[in-house]
């Protein structure tokens, strides 16, 4: 391990330094500067977000529950939170091809007292109330190097290198990155954080819990019909067009101004190759339940991202020397529930408690033990854990899923075990034991194409400079990914990142790093584990607003 700093970088000292602009870092920075001005030991803390805003690459369903946020910011309706389509309505459906099955909603799924959201709107009113308070906020930066003091201690992190070409070299415009130095360093970076994978893997973290699982959602808002609108309507649903051994599901908010959220969720741990998460989400709107709404609107965003979904027994352990993860990085979404901001938001505000009391009482290199001892004692942890074996349930398939579901849930029945969880790349069948999916074109009303949905996403990276998707062997996609798994990087992203295309009669794999929506399925669903995301030169990616 090579500690020795680079003499081209400026270094900036901080108490704190928090890598990511979402629910769970600006909490944890909130808090810390309210814990400062109660005190009046005044604490510096900064805030690091790749996106060109903070909001930018912030996206979800979003049904919130502002239990945490009561808690951190009880005056948020006074301050103007864009936290204001109540929740009037929830409907559950099993889907057959073209009907609808109305169930009951589970008691873990009723948004009775919850609010619709854009969370990329409540990240960035979140990060005013931060700056109010004195927290700096750097957006458009690439947290992209772990700093270690010589003793194996995180000394903080630094940021990319600007103005590099795709040669490698530097351009004109060339900058070099930023250190910034901590006495705590905040692993806020979201689901399968860049930076947060070399820390679990440094400190051995996982050493004690299940891998990590995820899926793939898949998000939309159109403009509707105002007769056809129900402004806080709530429906989800499970079943077509999903296969019976695959994990999915569905949502379908009505938010104001006559606008739905619309989204479909695939758990990454799916096993047919030829399966698409983005052709799953268009073929879902053709349902009738669900054309219903949105025929005649018009799609005005897209997005997609990766969510954390081995909740419980999938939880790492929480510090190290000198830092410590709170949020999806660790992993804390109640699937369920189909929510994580709240615990998002709680974690950041336990972190930023436990920090305080250790930088104003000891050394800036103690390991953060305070955080896990007040993390199993608050709501989150009974919470998870009271849930734990209802998504690795549906590993045995859709109906063992809803019935051990309903059994945890309705009947009260806990199982007295924990099930396990797996990695969800090795679940990944070989193309030969499956059957290819023929999925429709689209027609450009209800469903459309990769490229045409990542425009809307407003997504821009700038041309000349190094691929930020990084294969450790460049022989293995057609090797490997295609010969033995047809190419499945083709399917899961949903971006049209990828691509093998015959040049002289023979496949090449291309990867059109422009389009990259940062969703991070490939560095996940890779069967080779061979394909690394890495953050771009900073601001690039996806422009999220109302999402």
């Known amino acids: 391990m090579d500690t020795r700093p680079r003499t081209d970088r400026e270094s900036m000292e901080y108490d704190a330094v928090i890598i990511g602009g979402g629910p ?6 909130i808090r810390l500067k309210q814990l400062s001005e109660e005190s009046g030991q005044d604490l510096s803390v900064c805030v690091i977000e790749k996106g060109s805003e903070v909001g930018a690459h912030l996206l979800s369903g979003a049904a919130f529950e502002t239990r945490s946020l009561d808690e951190l ?4 309706k006074e301050r103007g939170a864009p936290v204001t389509c109540k929740a009037k309505e929830d409907r559950f ?21 919850n609010y619709i959201i854009s969370l990329s709107n409540l990240g960035r009113w979140m990060a005013e109330q931060a700056e109010e308070l004195g927290v700096e906020i750097f957006a458009g930066f690439s947290a992209t190097e772990v700093l270690y003091h010589e003793d194996g201690r995180v000394k903080g992190i630094a940021t990319n290198d600007m103005g590099i070409g795709k040669d490698g070299e530097q351009t004109d415009l060339y900058e070099p990155g930023v250190e910034l130095h901590a006495k705590q360093t905040v692993f806020a970076e979201g689901c399968h954080g860049s930076l947060t994978k070399k820390i679990i893997n440094k400190f051995n973290l996982r050493q004690d819990s299940d891998p990590q699982t ?7 808002v159109w403009e509707i019909d105002a007769k056809k609108h129900q402004e806080g309507l709530i429906i989800h649903t499970v079943g077509w067009p999903m296969d019976k051994k695959t994990y999915g599901g569905s949502w379908l908010y009505h938010q104001e101004h006559n606008q739905i959220s619309i989204g479909f969720v695939v758990g ?11 052709e799953e989400m268009q073929r879902f709107k053709t349902h009738p339940e669900i054309k219903k709404y949105i025929e005649g609107g018009k799609r005005i965003s897209y997005g997609a991202k990766a969510l954390v979904e081995g909740g419980f027994q999938s939880i790492p352990k929480l510090t190290f020397p000198g830092g410590l993860l709170v949020g999806d990085a660790a992993g804390f979404i109640n699937v369920p529930k189909i929510k994580g901001n709240h615990t998002a938001i709680k974690t950041g505000m336990l972190a930023a408690e436990s ?7 000891e050394s800036d290199g103690a390991e953060c033990l305070q955080y896990p001892e007040k993390l199993k004692a608050s709501w989150v942890w009974k919470e998870l854990y009271k849930v734990r074996n209802i998504r690795p349930g549906f590993q045995k398939g859709m109906w063992f899923g809803l019935a051990n579901a309903a059994f945890q849930t309705l009947g009260g029945w806990i199982i007295p075990f924990t099930l396990r969880n797996h990695a969800d790349y090795k679940e990944t069948g070989k193309a030969s034991k499956h059957i290819r999916i023929d999925y429709p074109k689209p027609d450009g009303v209800l469903t459309f194409d990769r490229l045409s949905s990542v425009y809307l996403s ?3 990276h700038e041309e000349n400079q190094p691929s930020h998707l990084k294969l450790k ?9 295609l010969k033995v798994y047809a190419g499945p990087s083709q399917r899961y992203c949903p971006a049209a990142v990828y691509e093998f295309m015959n040049i002289d009669s023979d496949p090449q794999f291309v990867i059109n790093a422009q389009n990259c929506i940062h969703c991070k399925t490939c560095d996940i669903k890779d069967p080779a584990q061979n394909i690394v995301w890495t953050p771009p030169q900073g601001g690039g990616g996806p422009n999220y607003s109302g999402m």
């Open 24 to 29: 769970s870092g600006l909490a944890c920075a």
């Open 73 to 76: 910011i009880p005056d948020w």
């Open 93 to 113: 459906y099993l889907l057959s091809e073209k009907k609808a099955f109305r169930l009951p909603t589970p008691p873990q799924m009723n948004n009775d007292g």
């Open 214 to 220: 995820y899926a793939l959602g898949i998000k939309e």
């Open 268 to 278: 990454l741990d799916y096993e047919n190759p030829y399966l698409s998460p983005f």
């Open 355 to 361: 920090i305080y009391e250790l930088i104003t009482s």
């Open 458 to 460: 407003n997504t821009n």
């Open 473 to 481: 062997d460049p022989d293995i996609p057609v090797m490997i990914d």
